[in-house]
């Protein structure tokens, strides 16, 4: 039955990494590898996204592998999540409303004997999906300028995390593979006499690499039944490359010519990261924690063919984000469903890893804001013993550009996901 098991859910997390993709819907991500989407999953991206210090025992945490050890020697633990998100767009002359969503995560946790456990799925990276239009008029003739594009980065990952022999002290490490497809999509028509002759132009980025993530995290009782953790990360430079292709066509009234250029290892780098951050709470009570994230972006090659008017002097931007978040739980043992439900919150701030270029030419970024609220029902409830969860998380997050005449961008989302806690590893009695 539990091998059974297994091979079932390996199967379903091979079928879903094929179909796992990224999904927003901002301007913004026509420039490098398009919106960010960071590694907090489940009950973390209620919590402001924060991760570094969190460790628990019902769910993974990929931010920070050295949580992998907190998992209990008898549970298996299968976690997804899929969110929609609402959005509008304003540049201050018109708005437009956007709707998009998808699968979003696949985590699974595992004992492998105790104090060490293993951690592997399938997570997002960043994420492209954009549509930009302009109408232009010359003489009695009007035409239009298209620009889209879609795809992303999705990440599969594996880790481990051990419980040292230093009591309090874990450390961890996630290998992951970082694979996809940047897509971008121009139309551009041009006068000649009367009439209009169109020129398209597809543009593909195709990305895999190796990432490493190293964490650790330790654990200090302040109290009989107070915890403060610590916790921090880091994640090496990497500096990969990528094949690129662009299909070009003319089109007019009377041919089409078209030519493809395909270029193999394009510059396509990405920066180390260093994250620190702490937890302190009562243990299945409540905690509060806070995170401090870097990525050194400036020091990141990319490359000028894919045509986005910016080069490697004022592409990217060094990135900080802050993250506070908490979580209150009344009672795991309670008779009562509403003292068993877990409520969730947090803010974040940061700012763009990269820069757009406005109408005017100017060049900047723009800063992010977040607040997320959440709630853990509870489900196939042992009175506190061994629970499953379904998390409801609420977020809104708002780009706000730097200067005028660039987009500003206002975002209400809602995720769901499935926190299955199941009693796998033990060797039951025959009588």
């Known amino acids: 039955m539990i ?16 179909s796992l993709n990224a999904q927003t819907d901002s301007p913004y991500s026509r420039y490098g590898y398009g919106i960010l989407r960071d590694q907090a999953v489940g009950p973390s991206k209620a919590m ?11 769910s993974a945490n990929p931010m920070n592998p050295a949580s992998y050890s907190s998992v209990d020697s008898l549970t298996f ?28 995560y696949i985590t699974i946790l595992v004992p492998l004997k105790k104090g060490l456990g293993l951690s592997f799925g399938v997570i997002p990276f960043s994420s492209i999906g954009y549509k930009l239009g302009t109408t232009e008029t010359n003489g009695s003739v009007s035409y239009t300028k298209t620009f889209s594009g879609s795809g992303g980065i999705s990440q599969v990952y594996a880790g481990l995390g051990y419980n040292t022999p230093l009591k309090g002290l874990s450390v961890g490490a996630n290998a992951s593979f970082l694979f996809g497809t940047l897509d971008h999509y121009r139309a551009l028509p041009a006068l000649s006499g009367t ?8 543009s593909e980025l195709s990305v895999k690499a190796a990432k490493f993530d190293i964490g650790i995290q ?3 009782p302040v109290a009989k039944d107070r915890l403060l953790t610590l916790g921090a990360v880091y994640s090496p430079k990497i500096s990969m490359k990528a094949d690129y292709e662009n299909r070009h066509y003319e089109l007019a009234s ?11 290892g394009v510059d396509a780098g990405i920066p180390n990261t260093i994250g620190a951050g702490f937890t302190f709470g009562r243990q299945n009570r409540w905690q509060f924690g806070a995170d401090v994230t870097y990525q050194n972006w400036s020091d990141v090659k990319y490359s000028k063919i894919m045509g986005d008017g910016l080069d490697n002097s004022n592409r990217f931007n060094d990135r900080w984000k802050y993250a506070v978040g908490g ?4 009672d795991p043992y309670g008779r009562s469903y509403f003292k068993r439900m877990k409520f969730r919150g947090g803010l974040n701030y940061s700012n763009s890893y990269l820069n757009a270029m406005n109408k005017d030419d100017v060049i900047d970024g723009y800063k992010e804001y977040g607040a997320t609220l959440g709630f ?11 629970v499953s969860y379904l998390n409801l998380n609420f977020e809104y997050k708002k780009l706000k550009p730097n200067v005028s005449n660039m987009i500003d961008e206002q975002y209400f989302g809602i995720s769901v996901n499935v926190n299955i806690n199941e009693l796998w590893f033990f060797r039951r009695k025959v009588d």
């Not at 402001?48 to 019902?58: A, E, V």
């Not at 853990?376 to 061994?386: C, E, K, M, Q, V």
């Open 3 to 18: 091998k059974s098991k297994k091979l079932f859910l390996v199967a379903l997390l091979a079928c879903i990494i094929g």
């Open 195 to 202: 009439s209009t002759n169109t020129s398209l132009e597809y």
């Open 48 to 58: 402001g996204g924060i991760g570094y210090g969190l460790r628990s025992t019902q």
């Open 77 to 104: 633990l299968f976690d997804i999540g899929v969110n929609v998100s609402f959005g509008k767009l304003d540049d201050g002359t018109t708005s437009e409303n956007k709707t998009n969503g998808g699968l979003d």
């Open 218 to 220: 330790y654990q200090i």
């Open 376 to 386: 853990g029902f509870p489900i196939w409830d042992n009175l506190g013993r061994r």
């Open 327 to 330: 979580e209150f739980l009344l």
């Open 254 to 264: 009377n041919e089409t010519k078209g030519d493809t250029i395909s270029v193999k």
